[in-house]
């Protein structure tokens, strides 16, 4: 039997899916333009703007079916959940643009130390897949899938550490190098954080515990 | 001031099964909500608590329940001093055909725990108590239904606290009253939840989560889930009470 | 046809049975009027030794408050206890049939049960006493029916929730549902009174006589009627219709005050009972 609060929560989803593809584009694109020294800012300010607005709008919607519905339960963890979904995304987003801000201003990772690109590129590919992760789980609800996020979690947070101390070990790289380095570095990591968090809420909102995935 | 055990409660109406081996304890000094579909059994539920079921012909009861260590279907208990110690508020607003006065006054008088100047002190306690002092201090002696359906509504509050009942029981007590009223007694019921353990009977959800410190779901004449408010509607441990909550049903 | 016309048929066929009432009522009033000129109130207060009608008049009274005190309390707890006590079953179906049929029953045969059982078993004689018992089987199911139906309309829930204070079923009933139905009871009561006041077969040969000497003293005294008189002088005196009108005036007009008295009782009573509104 569908509710009437059923309506606008698939609207939410909907909503948060479109989202969730949204910012994968983004941080891939400014990874991307990082690693390859292209200038991708306009695009992914474009693509963070629109998932600020759009988490606004998900604000406005939880809302609104608060006060209309009063939802309890798993409604009421739904909505709750959404919500902090759609700011952890459009954190994502931010994030994203602070990438392509580095690449813009600093210049890119092209001409640094081998060494350097590459475990950017790993890094970010982990990241990544941290992030499909999150948003497949938020789709279906699936806890099994949300659940597997600890593992890259656990990596991403040895890998961070790893080259931060490899950096101060080696120290040829130019200060730019080093300085955007460790900025888009500290970014990722940050990603890998707020994708555990929306897989911690994914598991909360289909069975009412909080966990901790780190 | 008295903790409810419930211990396998059974209560037939002629051939029919109405609540079925009930057993849980309401806390005292603490406001329960009784929910569940229409047809559950939860004013059937409540009338047992002050053994009003008695009254219908047809109607058979086993089981116990204990109020503060004494079962109150044991036969030597004294029907009319139970039904003092637990009040009880009904769905539709039922003052005498009475002065206000009188109508508080009935109670006090009947059990004659006071008289002459005493009463006239009970009646302003108890009108106090029941937030309607203020608003008819100065014509006690007009008839109870010169007052409005709330104001009735509390008289009747009044006239069950009036005779110092340890649980305060109510059978929907907002149903026919409009959200203003209903907002004031809502109100006062989470005051009286301090000093008295009130059971109410309700079909409204958010009332019972608004109003309440624990509740408890019945589902055709069994109980389903009792527990803490907050937790019970946050994240239900039965999946028929989550059912029922989010309306998939009922 | 519209429903406009249907409607004022209707209306009228529905209105001819009252106007035919109230043309014969006003009749009766007219042709009686003609006795208006036997009656003073000299006549009315002089003891029929001196030609008066007083103890016929108060004889009647004596009758009908003797009747109504006897009816009344029995009737009023036979009916509580029909109501609130009695198991539903058949024996309380049966009892509530037999009520029905009491009213039903001839007042003449009434007459006969009362001369049989009160004046010879019971040896009260031609009396007083006998004329009380004898009309109470009368009023009895009038007041036993009023007072099921006045308290019934009385809602269960002031009932209730005095229970729910804890008092008992008696204190409930008589603190609550009867003081609330008194009106019904009080207009059942003198409904009662209306229909024996004119009652002629059943005091025809229980209590009545055609002279006696002062008023009654005792239940034990036969006692003076104006129906029975009015009986008596057609029938077996063999007077003209015209000469009694006088009485039957009087008599008439008893009759029309408690019946008046009961639909104004029942007025004034109206605005003390809301929940019937």
């Known amino acids: 039997m569908s509710r009437m609060i059923d309506v606008g929560l698939e609207e939410l989803s909907a909503t948060l899916h479109r989202m969730g593809e949204l910012t994968y584009d983004a941080i891939s694109v400014s990874i991307d333009g990082c690693l390859h020294d292209t200038n991708v800012y306009n695009r992914v300010n474009e693509m963070s703007d629109m998932l600020i607005s759009m988490a606004d709008h998900v604000e406005d919607k939880t809302f609104e079916l608060i006060s209309r519905f009063q939802p309890v339960a798993s409604d009421l963890r739904t909505i709750k959940s959404y919500m902090k979904i759609a700011y952890d995304f459009a954190r994502y987003g931010r994030y994203a643009l602070d990438i392509s801000y580095i690449n813009e201003r600093l210049g890119g990772l092209k001409k640094c130390e081998g060494w350097i690109p590459q475990y950017i590129e790993e890094m970010s590919e982990k990241v990544l897949h941290m992030v499909?992760?999150?948003?497949?789980?938020?789709?279906?609800?699936?806890?099994?899938?949300?659940?597997?996020?600890?593992?890259?979690?656990?990596?991403?947070?040895?890998?961070?550490?790893?080259?931060?101390?490899?950096?101060?070990?080696?120290?040829?790289?130019?200060?730019?190098?080093?300085?955007?380095?460790?900025?888009?570095?500290?970014?990722?990591?940050?990603?890998?954080?707020?994708?555990?968090?929306?897989?911690?809420?994914?598991?909360?909102?289909?069975?009412?515990?909080?966990?901790?995935?780190? | 001031m008295a903790e409810v055990d419930i211990k396998k409660l059974n209560v037939w109406f002629k051939d029919n099964h109405v609540l079925k081996d009930l057993s849980f304890t309401i806390k005292e000094n603490a406001v329960t909500a009784i929910m569940g579909p229409s047809g559950c059994g939860k004013t059937t539920f409540i009338r047992a608590i002050d053994r009003m079921n008695e009254i219908i012909s047809g109607s058979r009861t086993t089981g116990e329940i204990y109020i503060d260590g004494i079962n109150i279907y044991d036969e030597n208990t004294n029907v009319y001093e139970l039904r003092r110690k637990v009040g009880m508020v009904f769905q539709k607003p039922n003052p005498f055909p009475k002065s206000i006065f009188e109508n508080v006054a009935f109670g006090p008088k009947i059990h004659k725990i006071a008289n002459g100047k005493e009463i006239d002190k009970i009646v302003e306690k108890s009108l106090k108590e029941a937030a309607l002092w203020e608003e008819v201090k100065d014509r006690l002696n007009d008839s109870a239904f010169s007052l409005s359906g709330g104001q009735q509504q509390r008289l009747c509050i009044a006239r069950a606290l009036a005779v110092e009942p340890e649980i305060v029981l109510m059978d929907e007590p907002c149903s026919a009253l409009d959200p203003a009223a209903t907002a004031k007694i809502e109100a006062l019921i989470r005051e009286l939840g301090e000093k008295y353990t009130v059971i109410i009977v309700t079909h409204n959800l958010q009332q019972a989560a608004r109003v309440s410190d624990f509740t408890a779901f019945l589902y055709v004449g069994k109980l389903v889930e009792y527990g803490d408010t907050k937790n019970l509607f946050e994240n239900p441990k039965s999946e028929l009470t989550e059912k029922y909550i989010t309306g998939e049903f009922g | 046809m519209t429903s406009r016309i249907k409607e004022k048929v209707f209306f009228t066929i529905l209105g001819i049975p009252m106007v035919a009432?109230?043309?014969?009522?006003?009749?009766?009033?007219?042709?009686?009027?003609?006795?208006?000129?036997?009656?003073?109130?000299?006549?009315?207060?002089?003891?029929?030794?001196?030609?008066?009608?007083?103890?016929?008049?108060?004889?009647?009274?004596?009758?009908?408050?003797?009747?109504?005190?006897?009816?009344?309390?029995?009737?009023?707890?036979?009916?509580?206890?029909?109501?609130?006590?009695?198991?539903?079953?058949?024996?309380?179906?049966?009892?509530?049939?037999?009520?029905?049929?009491?009213?039903?029953?001839?007042?003449?045969?009434?007459?006969?049960?009362?001369?049989?059982?009160?004046?010879?078993?019971?040896?009260?004689?031609?009396?007083?006493?006998?004329?009380?018992?004898?009309?109470?089987?009368?009023?009895?199911?009038?007041?036993?029916?009023?007072?099921?139906?006045?308290?019934?309309?009385?809602?269960?829930?002031?009932?209730?929730?005095?229970?729910?204070?804890?008092?008992?079923?008696?204190?409930?009933?008589?603190?609550?549902?009867?003081?609330?139905?008194?009106?019904?009871?009080?207009?059942?009561?003198?409904?009662?009174?209306?229909?024996?006041?004119?009652?002629?077969?059943?005091?025809?040969?229980?209590?009545?006589?055609?002279?006696?000497?002062?008023?009654?003293?005792?239940?034990?005294?036969?006692?003076?009627?104006?129906?029975?008189?009015?009986?008596?002088?057609?029938?077996?005196?063999?007077?003209?219709?015209?000469?009694?009108?006088?009485?039957?005036?009087?008599?008439?007009?008893?009759?029309?005050?408690?019946?008046?008295?009961?639909?104004?009782?029942?007025?004034?009573?109206?605005?003390?009972q809301p929940w019937l509104r």
């Open chain 3, 21 to 272: 009432c109230l043309l014969v009522f006003f009749w009766i009033v007219f042709v009686l009027s003609s006795g208006i000129g036997t009656l003073s109130w000299n006549i009315l207060t002089t003891s029929v030794l001196k030609g008066g009608i007083f103890e016929m008049i108060i004889g009647t009274i004596y009758l009908l408050l003797g009747a109504a005190g006897i009816a009344g309390p029995i009737g009023i707890l036979a009916a509580v206890y029909l109501v609130e006590y009695a198991p539903s079953g058949k024996l309380t179906r049966t009892i509530d049939q037999a009520i029905n049929n009491l009213a039903g029953v001839p007042s003449i045969v009434i007459g006969l049960f009362g001369l049989t059982f009160f004046c010879k078993q019971l040896g009260l004689g031609i009396s007083l006493g006998a004329g009380w018992l004898t009309l109470t089987l009368m009023i009895l199911p009038i007041v036993i029916r009023g007072t099921e139906e006045a308290i019934k309309l009385v809602p269960t829930s002031f009932k209730e929730a005095a229970l729910a204070l804890g008092t008992t079923k008696w204190k409930a009933i008589s603190s609550m549902t009867i003081p609330s139905a008194a009106p019904g009871i009080i207009t059942s009561v003198v409904l009662g009174m209306a229909r024996v006041a004119g009652e002629t077969a059943a005091i025809l040969f229980t209590s009545c006589v055609l002279v006696t000497r002062g008023l009654p003293t005792t239940p034990l005294d036969p006692v003076m009627a104006l129906a029975y008189n009015l009986f008596v002088k057609i029938v077996a005196l063999g007077e003209p219709p015209e000469k009694v009108f006088g009485i039957a005036l009087v008599l008439f007009f008893i009759v029309i005050f408690f019946a008046t008295a009961a639909i104004v009782l029942r007025i004034y009573y109206r605005r003390r």
């Open chain 1, 132 to 214: 499909r992760i999150s948003i497949e789980s938020l789709r279906n609800h699936n806890t099994e899938l949300a659940k597997t996020v600890s593992k890259p979690e656990q990596e991403v947070d040895t890998m961070y550490f790893e080259f931060l101390d490899r950096l101060t070990e080696k120290g040829h790289a130019t200060s730019k190098c080093i300085i955007s380095s460790v900025l888009i570095i500290r970014y990722l990591e940050r990603i890998a954080d707020h994708a555990t968090y929306i897989c911690e809420s994914v598991i909360y909102l289909a069975t009412g515990q909080k966990v901790v995935l780190r």
